[in-house]
T-cell receptor, first 115, second 110 residues
Framework: AQSVSQHNHHVILSEAASLELGCNYS??????LFWYVQYPGQHLQLLLK??????LVKGIKGFEAEFIKSKFSFNLRKPSVQWSDTAEYFC?????????????FGTGTRLTVIP | EAQVTQNPRYLITVTGKKLTVTCSQN?????MSWYRQDPGLGLRQIYY???????DKGDVPEGYKVSRKEKRNFPLILESPSPNQTSLYFC?????????FGPGTRLTVL
């Protein structure tokens, strides 16, 4: 069965600090990988996704993530965070074959950015 | 505008009183699903539907029912709600592996 681990439950940063949120998954086959963001009181929005090709993917709002297949990881990064990045971030994985629409989510990482 | 809508957005009810949360999408997607979000547990899939009249259990289906009589609608039914179903519920559609989420329904069962 697929599973997703996000080891950072709550991260607190000052504005302009760099961000890296960890995501590891467990699945033996080819995967699609996603990062979603949930701003306070809102629904989930897609930040970025990886299906194939360049393992370094760029998303909206200056976020990027790198797929490292050997480490089963898909860490999210941003060089300089802003107060408006305060949100909860979810990593998710789906099988690239057959069950591509069934997403498995990590438990989320809450990011608090202090002005 | 492409969107997923849910109603109601907020609901407080009592144990055992049947309720339905509606979900509708205008993107003509075949795949729809329901998730519940709980603190520290992330999002867990309740049910999903690959197409009209095709539904299947997700990870946490107990206490829930769904139906898919039309492509655009996928209601979530709680026949006899219990306090452990107090949660934030999201409907989603999917095409090509990318999911689009509704605004959420915050349900409190007393």
């Amino acid at each position: 069965a697929q599973s997703v681990s996000q080891h950072n439950h709550h991260v607190i940063l000052s504005e302009a600090a760099s961000l890296e949120l960890g995501c590891n998954y467990s699945y033996g086959g080819t995967v699609n990988l996603f990062w979603y963001v949930q701003y306070p009181g809102q629904h989930l929005q897609l930040l970025l996704k990886y299906f194939s090709g360049d393992p370094l993917v760029k998303g909206i709002k200056g976020f990027e993530a790198e797929f490292i297949k050997s480490k089963f990881s898909f860490n999210l990064r941003k060089p300089s965070v802003q107060w408006s990045d305060t949100a909860e971030y979810f990593c998710a994985v789906s099988s690239a074959l057959g069950g591509a629409n069934n997403l498995f989510f990590g438990t989320g990482t809450r990011l608090t950015v202090i002005p | 505008e492409a969107q997923v809508t849910q109603n109601p957005r907020y609901l407080i009810t009592v144990t055992g009183k049947k309720l339905t949360v509606t979900c509708s999408q205008n993107m003509n997607h075949e795949y729809m699903s329901w998730y519940r979000q709980d603190p520290g547990l992330g999002l867990r899939q309740i049910y999903y539907s690959m197409n009209v009249e095709v539904t299947d259990k997700g990870d946490v289906p107990e206490g829930y029912k769904v139906s898919r009589k039309e492509k655009r609608n996928f209601p979530l039914i709680l026949e006899s709600p219990s306090p452990n179903q107090t949660s934030l519920y999201f409907c989603a559609t999917s095409r090509g592996g990318e999911q689009f989420f509704g605004p959420g329904t915050r349900l409190t069962v007393l």
